[in-house]
């Protein structure tokens, strides 16, 4: 297995993880598979770098814990706004 496909593999395992975790922060995780758990997770990511880059924080820093919870956050707050659009609460 090459290093680009460890990385993938990674980014998946990652952001299948804090999808799960955020879905049942947000009480979604009965409605979600593991396709939507990776999707969140990892879309996650790169919202809750967006959103901490906004506070001058340093988002994504590689495959590391920070990283992982920076994807949590992001994915908790992708999820609340799903929930909050849906209707919710």
């Given amino acids: 297995m090459s290093l680009s496909s460890m990385t993938w593999?990674?980014?998946?395992?990652?952001g299948g993880?804090?999808?799960w975790i955020a879905s049942m922060l947000t009480r979604n995780n009965a409605r979600m598979g593991l396709l939507a758990n990776i999707l969140v997770g990892i879309i996650g990511a790169f919202v809750?770098?967006?959103?901490?880059?906004?506070?001058?924080?340093k988002g994504m820093s590689g495959f590391n814990l920070y990283t992982f919870l920076v994807a949590i956050l992001g994915a908790t707050v992708l999820l609340w706004l799903f929930n909050l659009l849906r209707g919710r609460r």
């Fill in 17 to 19: 993880m804090a999808g």
């Fill in 48 to 57: 809750g770098t967006f959103l901490l880059n906004q506070f001058g924080v």
């Fill in 9 to 14: 593999l990674a980014w998946i395992v990652l």
